[in-house]
């Protein structure tokens, strides 16, 4: 995938991208005084640095694995799958942190954070510098710019579909901040480098740009499944348009279910297939194993070159138990990151409140000698563990490397597709409710290998899809959104374990819908404004 194995983020800071950081207020560390022209004397110098952009999706510095590229930033909590998994699922009923002492973590997973939680500012940094890699990118290779340099009819058309992928990555980002902001710092390629006042996109209007974003791109992609390895293709940007089509009522108060049915057919359609095996999906060969059929965009994490304690190397340490010191199974150092995660009981009772889920391949509960109830959060011995991600592969072998993973990390898979299928159909979508079970029972057929977990059309409810999607989909950065889509993260209607704070849990305010805007961010940008509630 664009060699990003190989280089790393050998453009991420370079000079192609020299400056582009004051566009949206994050700072570089590195400083390099390479010439964008004399870089792009190199023919090839165009995907290296369309690689840069896809880089900061993995890693966070290009000198060592404990560096960041954003000043004021840490490492691990300025890694970009990281911060979308801290708040995504660290703040729902899916997963606890052991150390409520690190900066943020208490807040974020008991639901009262402020404006000064470095989690938050993590994400708002992270995404918001993907938007500005992308614009200088696109800056860069204008018709204008390829005309000057003299570059080729053949290169030319190459770096056209170069450009449609930085759009969509762009998307990316922008649909990331639309999610847990509702708001994003406006600012496109052909705004002036190092203008930072930028005016912020909000609501309805940034649900739009990405909207008329995506669409504009689908035609000079490549087609689905047709591009290299962890490229953006025809599928990604599919799968982008379909996840904003079912969140468009959160996001704009307009339903697009009907758009998002239409959207979920072509993916149906575009060859995409479940591997055999679940598993296969979250191991260190998923780019090899079958699992590269069903995922629609990993990001890419290598044990050797790159290295990031972010992405899966956080997620398979962190699932390593202490006092089992299970590593050893899981690919890693026996005691991993000390006991890091568990899951909370409302999660575990999705596998346990009915025997049958004894024999899901997706349980992968570790419940031997553990309570379930979590009653202190710093006990690693309370609550129960999970082994879903692993540094092994299929064959059993090991990743490259016992710290850092190899296991990609999947963003989007196809399972998902067939899953928002099933809900905007219920929803009132105009899909078929017939296939909605299909496609649901194939999920389910996997899962145990045969028909005895299949449910009827009477058993397919919205309230089934909820508890399902978490199920098939944990800590895959999907169930914060998927709470408040059915309505019941904020309020009291669900009460999970520490959610607000006690035990127990209890209500929290709807504002909490949105994360605040990083204070940092605020003060370097005086057209951004502050979310209510904060």
């Given at each position: 995938m664009?060699?990003?194995r190989t280089?790393a983020?050998?453009?991420?800071?370079?000079?192609?991208?020299?400056?582009c950081e004051s566009?949206?207020?994050v700072?570089?560390?590195?400083?390099?005084?390479?010439?964008?022209?004399?870089?792009?004397?190199n023919?090839?110098?165009?995907?290296?640095?369309?690689?840069?952009?896809?880089?900061?999706?993995?890693?966070?510095?290009?000198?060592?694995?404990?560096?960041?590229?954003?000043?004021?930033?840490?490492?691990?909590?300025?890694?970009?799958?990281?911060?979308?998994f801290?708040?995504?699922?660290?703040s729902?009923?899916?997963?606890?942190?052991?150390?409520?002492?690190?900066?943020?973590?208490?807040?974020?997973?008991?639901n009262?954070?402020s404006?000064?939680?470095?989690l938050?500012?993590g994400v708002?940094?992270r995404?918001s510098?993907?938007?500005?890699?992308a614009?200088e990118f696109?800056r860069q290779t204008?018709p204008e710019?390829?005309?000057?340099?003299g570059?080729?009819?053949?290169?030319?058309?190459?770096v056209?579909?170069y450009r449609a992928?930085a759009r969509?990555?762009r998307?990316l980002?922008?649909?990331?901040?639309?999610d847990?902001?509702?708001?994003?710092?406006?600012?496109?390629e052909n705004?002036?480098?190092?203008?930072?006042?930028?005016?912020e996109?909000?609501?309805?209007?940034?649900?739009?740009?990405i909207?008329?974003?995506?669409?504009a791109?689908?035609?000079?992609?490549?087609?689905?499944r047709q591009?290299e390895y962890?490229?953006?293709?025809q599928?990604?940007?599919?799968?982008?348009?379909?996840k904003?089509?079912?969140?468009?009522?959160?996001?704009?108060?307009t339903?697009?279910y009907?758009?998002?049915v239409?959207?979920c057919?072509?993916?149906?359609?575009s060859?995409y297939?479940?591997?055999s095996?679940?598993?296969?999906n979250?191991m260190?060969?998923?780019?090899?194993?079958?699992?590269q059929?069903?995922i629609i965009?990993?990001i890419a994490?290598?044990?050797?070159?790159?290295?990031n304690?972010?992405?899966?190397?956080?997620?398979?340490q962190?699932?390593?138990?202490?006092?089992?010191?299970?590593?050893?199974?899981l690919?890693?150092?026996?005691?991993?990151?000390?006991g890091?995660f568990?899951?909370?009981?409302?999660?575990?009772?999705?596998?346990?409140?009915?025997?049958?889920?004894?024999?899901?391949?997706r349980?992968?509960?570790?419940?031997a000698d553990?309570?379930?109830e979590?009653?202190?959060?710093?006990?690693?011995a309370?609550g129960?563990?999970?082994?879903?991600?692993s540094?092994?592969?299929?064959?059993?072998?090991f990743?490259?490397?016992?710290?850092?993973t190899?296991?990609?990390?999947?963003?989007?898979?196809?399972?998902?597709?067939?899953?928002?299928?099933?809900e905007a159909?219920?929803?009132?979508?105009?899909?078929?409710t017939?296939?909605?079970?299909?496609y649901v029972n194939?999920?389910?057929?996997?899962a145990?290998?045969?028909?005895s977990?299949?449910?009827?059309?009477a058993?397919?409810?919205l309230?089934?899809?909820?508890?399902?999607?978490?199920r098939?989909?944990?800590?895959?950065?999907?169930?914060?959104?998927?709470?408040?889509?059915?309505?019941?993260?904020?309020?009291s209607?669900?009460?999970w374990?520490?959610?607000?704070?006690?035990?127990?849990g209890?209500?929290?305010p709807?504002?909490?819908?949105?994360f605040?805007?990083p204070?940092?961010?605020?003060s370097?940008?005086?057209?951004?404004?502050?979310?209510a509630?904060?």
């Amino acid at each position: 995938m664009l060699q990003l194995r190989t280089f790393a983020l050998m453009l991420l800071l370079g000079g192609v991208f020299i400056a582009c950081e004051s566009d949206l207020d994050v700072t570089p560390e590195d400083d390099d005084e390479l010439l964008a022209d004399g870089f792009f004397e190199n023919e090839g110098a165009y995907k290296q640095a369309l690689a840069g952009v896809y880089a900061n999706l993995s890693l966070t510095s290009i000198n060592d694995p404990g560096g960041s590229n954003i000043a004021g930033l840490d490492a691990g909590t300025g890694q970009y799958i990281r911060g979308l998994f801290n708040l995504q699922n660290l703040s729902t009923d899916e997963v606890i942190w052991t150390y409520e002492n690190d900066p943020g973590l208490r807040g974020m997973q008991r639901n009262s954070w402020s404006s000064d939680n470095p989690l938050i500012l993590g994400v708002f940094a992270r995404a918001s510098y993907e938007i500005a890699l992308a614009n200088e990118f696109l800056r860069q290779t204008t018709p204008e710019a390829l005309s000057g340099r003299g570059e080729s009819t053949e290169l030319v058309a190459t770096v056209q579909t170069y450009r449609a992928e930085a759009r969509v990555l762009r998307a990316l980002a922008n649909y990331h901040l639309l999610d847990m902001f509702g708001k994003a710092p406006s600012v496109t390629e052909n705004d002036a480098v190092g203008f930072d006042q930028v005016p912020e996109i909000v609501g309805a209007d940034l649900f739009n740009y990405i909207e008329t974003e995506l669409t504009a791109a689908l035609p000079d992609l490549i087609a689905a499944r047709q591009n290299e390895y962890a490229r953006v293709d025809q599928g990604v940007a599919n799968m982008l348009l379909a996840k904003l089509y079912l969140n468009a009522e959160v996001y704009t108060g307009t339903p697009r279910y009907a758009d998002c049915v239409s959207v979920c057919e072509t993916l149906i359609s575009s060859g995409y297939s479940l591997t055999s095996n679940y598993l296969f999906n979250f191991m260190a060969d998923n780019d090899t194993n079958g699992a590269q059929n069903e995922i629609i965009f990993p990001i890419a994490n290598d044990g050797t070159n790159t290295q990031n304690y972010g992405g899966t190397t956080i997620i398979i340490q962190g699932e390593v138990g202490v006092p089992e010191n299970n590593g050893e199974s899981l690919g890693v150092n026996a005691t991993g990151f000390g006991g890091l995660f568990r899951v909370r009981p409302d999660f575990s009772r999705l596998f346990t409140a009915n025997p049958i889920y004894q024999n899901d391949a997706r349980n992968t509960l570790i419940t031997a000698d553990r309570t379930m109830e979590i009653d202190n959060v710093g006990n690693t011995a309370q609550g129960y563990l999970i082994t879903k991600f692993s540094n092994r592969t299929s064959t059993g072998g090991f990743g490259s490397d016992r710290t850092f993973t190899d296991t990609d990390y999947p963003l989007f898979r196809y399972a998902d597709v067939l899953l928002m299928y099933a809900e905007a159909t219920l929803r009132g979508g105009g899909g078929s409710t017939a296939l909605a079970l299909e496609y649901v029972n194939d999920l389910r057929e996997r899962a145990f290998g045969n028909t005895s977990g299949n449910i009827t059309q009477a058993q397919l409810t919205l309230d089934f899809l909820l508890d399902e999607r978490s199920r098939e989909l944990y800590w895959e950065s999907h169930r914060r959104q998927d709470l408040i889509r059915f309505g019941v993260y904020t309020g009291s209607d669900y009460l999970w374990s520490y959610k607000g704070g006690p035990q127990a849990g209890t209500s929290i305010p709807e504002f909490r819908k949105l994360f605040p805007i990083p204070n940092q961010s605020l003060s370097s940008n005086a057209n951004l404004t502050q979310n209510a509630g904060y």
